[in-house]
């Protein structure tokens, strides 16, 4: 199983064979030593024959791709069976109350780089699409993830490891906490993230 855009390899299934593609030292470098093996890659570009594996997954990497056509692209070239994807449906990040009343510039900015629903279904026909709730509990720290955790969005550490704020500072060390936590009450996670899982199966006309 093929891992793209991998990182620091939280979501590696360990009951698999998996092999990781991620381009940055960076992260690399946080893989734990029993992490599985990597190759220093780009989606755009993957160092692999045809249909050399028999599955993908990219887990909230598609925003990072310069080229997320000849990505997927590269997906389908290597995958003989099956292609999972989970991404951030940005109609609905736009309701999440972090996003709706103190961020809405992250929509025209670092959401602007996830592709929509609708655009991943003409570039992978015959793709089903999952919706996934975000519990208020959620391990992750991804932005969506800490809707019931107000707290979490003005932590310094969480920020740094978060992308969305790298492009939001000034409005978020201005937001009083008080109001964080208010408005939190009145939110909801639902449907904040989706999957796309695409079985090769099932079309063989493929992007
Ligand atoms: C938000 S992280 C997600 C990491 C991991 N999938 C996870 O869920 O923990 C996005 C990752 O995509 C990687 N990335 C950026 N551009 C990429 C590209 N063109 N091809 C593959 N991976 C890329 C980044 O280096 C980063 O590690």
């Known amino acids: 199983m093929l891992n793209v855009g991998a990182g620091a390899g939280s979501y590696e299934p360990p009951d698999r064979w998996v092999l990781a593609v991620e381009p940055s030292e960076v992260m690399i470098d946080q893989r734990l030593p029993n992490a599985a093996p990597v190759l220093k890659a780009t989606v755009e570009q993957l160092p692999l024959a045809d249909q050399t594996v028999d599955a993908a997954m990219a887990i909230l990497t598609l925003h990072h791709w310069e080229n997320i056509e000849a ?23 736009a309701e999440l109350w972090i996003v709706r009343d103190y961020l809405p510039e992250l929509l025209g900015q670092h959401a602007a780089r ?32 800490l809707w019931a955790r107000p707290d979490a969005y ?11 704020w790298q492009t939001s500072r000034r409005r978020l060390s201005s937001a009083p906490s008080a109001s964080y936590a208010k408005t939190s009450t ?7 993230t989706t999957t796309c899982s695409r079985d090769k199966r099932l079309t063989s006309d493929c992007v």
């Open 71 to 93: 990505g997927l692209l590269e997906l389908v070239r290597v995958v003989r069976d099956r292609i999972v994807i989970l991404t951030m449906d940005t109609e609905k990040l």
């Open 114 to 145: 996830f592709p929509s629903i609708g655009r991943l279904r003409q570039l992978l026909p015959g793709t089903n699409v999952e919706v996934l709730s975000v519990p208020r509990d959620c391990q992750d720290g991804f932005m969506a993830a």
């Open 154 to 164: 003005l932590d310094p550490a969480i920020r740094a490891a978060t992308s969305p």
């Open 186 to 192: 009145q939110a909801n996670g639902n449907a904040a």
